[in-house]
Each structure stands twice: as structure tokens, then as C-alpha cells.
């Protein structure tokens, strides 16, 4: 069973600031998936990554296959930013669905 | 295109009853999979289905179950409820590799 590992568990941040959350995991994967939740529970996925990098407007996502282990990069933070941002691995299988991490619960404060 | 809806969103059931929750994913959606979150062990997969078929079940007792119709929407089902059963639960329809969920349905067992 993969074991998910994200860091830091909480973040406060100044807006503008460039924010990093990671995200590690213990057993070789097909797909990671990087998900965004709101107060009141709402989940939106932001990125599925399986090599290399995606960006989409101020985030970007990474992953380093050998090394098994992800980052979510925000730049120029915002209040809108704050949010839980989990992260959730898929095995090689598939058999399990998705294991995901703890969760990284940002404050972005004006 | 209305996105993945769950019903209901919020239900206080008692100890011992059994509840069943109902998720529609976005059309044209044949995978459905469901979610439980509570406060201590975060996110946990609980089952997977594809074309009414169960194509994947986590580490969940018997007490779980689920289906899934010909129209895609699937239901889950909560028996001999227990307070531990308290959380949210989430469907999440999938397009390719990505996922889409739900509000949630929230259950309080009391």
C-alpha cells in the first residue's frame, strides 16, 4: 500500500508570496493527482500528472518519477488561494483507486 | 453541462439504521467512484464503478456496498450505521484521468 506524505501540514503566507507544497509518496505510481478544497467541502482536481510539468495560470505542478515525489507551486499568491490542497496517488493497478495524502491547509493573508 | 450532483447533502441518521446516498455524474461520465473524509483519517477510497460493474473497492467493511444504474448514477449504502460512519462522503465522476466530484453528502450518525 502506498504510503502519501505531503509537507508542510499548514502554511501562512503574505499575498505575493510563491508558495510550495510536497508531496511524496512510497511505492512507484501510474498518475498523481493534485486536488484543490474549499471550506464547505467542495474538491476541484487542478492537475493529473505522470512525468514532468504542467502549468496552468499561477500554478504549476512537478513530478519526479525516480525520486517519488511531486510539488505544487503557486506564484503570486492571493487570499483566494487558501484553500486544502491534497495530493492523491494511483498505483501502477489501479487496483486501489486513489490514496491520498493528508492534505496542506494554506492561509494566504492579505 | 451540470456537474456531478449529490442527494442528499446533509443527513443525521441514528446508530444501527442504514442510510443510502445517491450520486448523478456529469453526462456522459460511465465511472463513478466514491469518497469518505473524516477529520482524523483524511481521504479514503471506498469503491469504483464503470458501466454498473464495481471495478475497484478499498479497504472498507461489508457494511459499505454500492451500485451503479444503467443511466451511470450510483448509489451507496451505509448499513448497521455506526459513529465512526460520521463523515463526508463524495462521489467524483471521471472524463479520462480526470476526476470531478460531487458537494458531498455530509452524514452525522448520532
Known amino acids: 500500500k502506498n504510503e502519501v506524505e505531503q509537507s508542510p501540514q499548514n502554511l501562512t503566507a503574505q499575498e505575493g508570496e510563491f508558495i510550495t507544497i510536497n508531496c511524496s509518496y512510497s511505492v512507484g505510481i501510474s498518475a498523481l493527482h493534485w486536488l484543490q478544497q474549499h471550506p464547505g467541502g467542495g474538491i476541484v482536481s487542478l492537475f493529473m500528472?505522470?512525468?514532468g510539468k504542467k502549468k496552468h495560470g499561477r500554478l504549476i505542478a512537478t513530478i519526479n518519477i525516480q525520486e517519488k515525489h511531486s510539488s505544487l507551486h503557486i506564484t503570486a499568491s492571493h487570499p483566494r488561494d487558501s484553500a486544502v490542497y491534497i495530493c492523491a496517488v494511483e498505483d501502477g493497478g489501479g487496483a486501489d483507486g486513489l490514496t491520498f495524502g493528508k492534505g496542506t491547509h494554506l492561509i494566504i493573508q492579505p | 453541462k451540470a456537474g456531478v450532483t449529490q442527494t442528499p447533502r446533509y443527513l443525521i441518521k441514528t446508530r444501527g439504521q442504514q442510510v443510502t446516498l445517491s450520486c448523478s455524474p456529469i453526462?456522459?461520465?460511465?465511472?463513478v467512484s466514491w469518497y469518505q473524509q473524516t477529520p482524523g483519517q483524511g481521504l479514503q477510497f471506498l469503491f469504483e464503478y464503470f458501466s454498473e460493474t464495481q471495478r475497484n473497492k478499498g479497504n472498507f467493511p461489508g457494511r459499505f456496498s454500492g451500485r451503479q444504474f444503467s443511466n451511470s448514477r450510483s448509489e451507496m449504502n451505509v448499513s448497521t450505521l455506526e459513529l465512526g460512519d460520521s463523515a463526508l462522503y463524495l462521489c467524483?465522476?471521471?472524463?479520462?484521468?480526470?476526476?470531478?466530484f460531487g458537494p458531498g453528502t455530509r452524514l452525522t450518525v448520532l
Open positions: 500528472l505522470s512525468s
Open positions: 453526462s456522459g461520465h460511465r465511472s
Open positions: 467524483a465522476s471521471m472524463a479520462g484521468n480526470e476526476q470531478f
